[in-house]
């Protein structure tokens, strides 16, 4: 028997995973949740799987990822995809965005709109919440007609963790640094511990759900969208899933919906079907007017 | 090119700037070099999706446009150009590689102000693009 | 008024079950363009169906149709998919013919053995096509043919695009070509300008 600090170094040395059994697992990813991870990242997976496979207590790689394939609850996959994502983000990042949504969409969705229907904005991913909670502290302090409309922010993400998170909305002061100290004192309750919670009305109002953009049975669930922001998830895409997820977003909003990119990211690399508009600062995608 | 050799570039606001809208690399880098000797601030973008949101962004003298692109072609963005009152007086030179009458005149209906053939030369490029930009012959 | 919650998962309507491929390829044609597309995207799933595709992509006019019956091609990717592809390089339809080059750049084991034959086709718009989709196509074998191109084609246009595609994916092997190409064209001042650049670009400066 191997003393355990030998087999911790054992661990600690030996590559996770030979080139092939990475490579399938990467493809396993990919065909399951449509990220795709590039060259420079295979440190920051191999940390991940290890840290699964420790966490389950299996053998190997090879029997992790056979028990990760073969599970039927799908549970170890969410927690392996919960481990994966990345989720760096604060309230107003990219404010210039949340300055065209007031100053610029929905002033013309609110023209061109029959007033009975809901206003849908949908933040995918949402992350820990920061960005639909922007979005909704956006509308109410901003846009002049918000009382007018019934708006329904939808969030979702591919994380469960990173849901439960948004859904209790509590966060740190890095994360509210931008917000002011008349809107934290509006919309936040400082807790003891320094952290700021989302006030319950605002908690209550947004509807968070699990959504991975692969899976056209959760998707499908979303249609008459007058505004969604996908910032920063497409980069992690291969052309086709690009492809993909435009053409899903494309059926998700309503003729004439937007939708809002992250800031380096463009439609031209990805789709033809979309108009570019000029909202303020920002570049944002229309669906046509007359597309159906 | 060395016609081009000797006269300034002109510097400062006043610059005139010109948007090139086409897929092939080395094409682009012609186009900038021939055109900033002639005195223009040059932006490039690869396909007509992003020439459109280019010249969205900030205003441009004249747009260059190559026809066939991925995305969305040259007659596509000058039409695009053309029904956007933001955009739809920027002027618009078509550089193709297709010179058929047919081609000419599709260009022209979509909005297009010249028609150049490939390969141009340095010269009619930078006459061309001056005077349909509009700017003062030296 | 203001904020509402959007009604939740447990209460939307339950998905519809897959529909057959005889129902599916009727829907290719039905009259609402989301209805075709949605046919499209589910025939992805079905191989039989890549022809059908095919022959939807000659009489659809929506943009939108267009890219998802595209997307759905380039999964069913095939040789005999990318020869039906090839077809319309020849289209007048420039939309639909730079939409296709796209496609064949994503599926670049199927159209490899056919690129020999546009690259000797008549029709020079048809070669600087076939040069287009090798200049993206992941493949190993593309500076190769680009070079052969340039050592062989008698058309500027076609040799400009093979000098963009050696700029793009040349190595240090196509540097001698695109001297002899210089040469060739001597006096041209785009041609001279553009072997320079890609020259520049190979060697890294």
């Known amino acids: ?88 983000t604060y309230f107003f990042r990219e404010d210039y965005q949340f300055d065209a949504l007031v100053g610029g969409i929905l002033p013309e969705i609110a023209r061109t709109k029959p007033r009975v229907t809901p206003i849908r ?16 502290i956006s509308i109410l302090e901003r846009w002049d007609l918000a009382d007018s409309w019934n708006i329904e922010i939808s969030a979702s993400d591919i994380d469960s963790k990173i849901l439960h998170t948004a859904r209790k909305g509590i966060f740190s002061e890095r994360s509210v640094s931008r ?23 605002l908690r209550e109002s947004i509807d968070f759900s699990l959504v991975n953009v692969v899976d056209p049975l959760h998707t499908r669930r979303f249609r008459e969208i007058d505004v969604i922001f996908c910032r920063n998830l497409l980069i992690y895409f291969d052309d086709i899933g690009r492809r993909e997820t435009v053409e899903m977003f494309f059926d998700a909003l309503r003729p004439g919906g937007y939708i809002c990119l992250g800031h380096s990211e463009s439609m031209s690399r990805m789709s033809s079907i979309f108009l570019p508009r000029k909202f303020k600062e920002s570049i944002v995608y229309q669906k046509p007017l007359s597309a159906e | 090119m060395d016609e081009m050799m000797g006269r300034g570039r002109e510097a400062g606001a006043n610059q005139p700037r010109v ?74 030179v078509v550089i193709s590689t297709e010179g058929g009458p047919k081609d000419v005149a599709l260009a022209f209906e979509a909005g297009a102000n010249f028609y150049l053939l490939k390969p141009v030369t340095p010269t009619e490029l930078a006459e061309v693009a001056r005077l349909i930009a509009g700017v003062p012959a030296r | 008024m203001a904020l509402v919650k959007a009604s939740g998962q447990a209460t939307l309507p339950l998905p519809e079950p897959a529909r057959d491929l005889a129902t599916l390829l009727a829907d290719l044609a039905a009259p609402e363009p989301s209805a075709r597309r949605a046919a499209a995207h589910d025939l992805a799933a079905h191989p039989e169906a890549a022809m059908d595709l095919c022959d939807r992509l000659e009489t659809e006019a929506n943009p939108s149709v267009r890219e998802v019956l595209f997307t759905a091609l380039i999964h069913l990717q095939s040789s005999s998919v990318a020869v039906r592809l090839a077809t319309l390089l020849r289209s007048d339809d ?28 008549d029709d020079n718009d048809v070669r600087i096509f076939a040069v287009n989709i090798l200049a993206f196509l992941r493949h190993a074998r593309a500076p190769e043919w680009l070079a052969e191109v340039v050592r062989s084609d008698p058309h500027i246009n076609v040799c400009a695009a093979a000098v963009d595609g050696l700029a793009e994916v040349g190595g240090l092997e196509a540097l001698a070509d695109l001297e002899d190409l210089r040469r060739r064209f001597d006096g041209n001042a785009f041609m001279e300008f553009a072997v320079d650049a890609a020259m520049r670009r190979i060697r890294g400066e």
């Open chain 3, 94 to 121: 420039v939309p639909l013919r730079n939409a296709a080059i796209e496609a064949l750049q994503e599926m670049p084991d199927a159209i490899a053995p056919h690129l020999r034959d546009l690259l000797a086709d």
């Open chain 1, 179 to 201: 917000v002011s100290a008349q809107l934290r004192s509006k919309y936040f309750t400082t807790r003891l511990d320094g952290d700021f919670q989302i006030c319950e009305a």
């Open chain 1, 121 to 136: 904005i949908w933040s995918i991913p949402c992350s820990s919440g920061e960005e639909p909670y922007s979005i909704a």
């Open chain 2, 19 to 92: 948007l090139v809208v086409d897929d092939g690399i080395t094409m682009r880098m012609f186009y900038r070099s021939v055109l900033e000797a002639a005195g223009f601030a040059v932006e490039e973008a690869t396909n007509g999706v992003e020439g459109y949101e280019r010249l969205l962004a900030q205003p441009f003298d004249l747009a260059i446009v190559d026809i066939n692109m991925p995305k969305m072609d040259g007659y596509s963005l000058l039409r695009t150009i053309r029904n956007d009152p933001a955009v739809r007086m920027v002027p618009a």
């Open chain 1, 1 to 88: 028997m191997m003393a355990a600090a030998t087999i911790a170094h054992l661990k600690a040395t030996s590559p996770v995973t030979t080139d092939e059994e990475f490579a399938k697992f990467c493809e396993f990813f990919y065909r399951k949740t449509g990220i795709q991870f590039k060259d420079g990242k295979k440190y920051f997976v191999e940390r991940r799987i290890t840290d699964r496979i420790e966490k389950t207590r299996s053998d190997s790689f090879r029997d992790y990822f056979t028990m990760v394939r073969f599970d039927e609850s799908g549970e170890e996959l969410q927690l392996l995809v919960n481990s994966m994502t990345v989720n760096e």
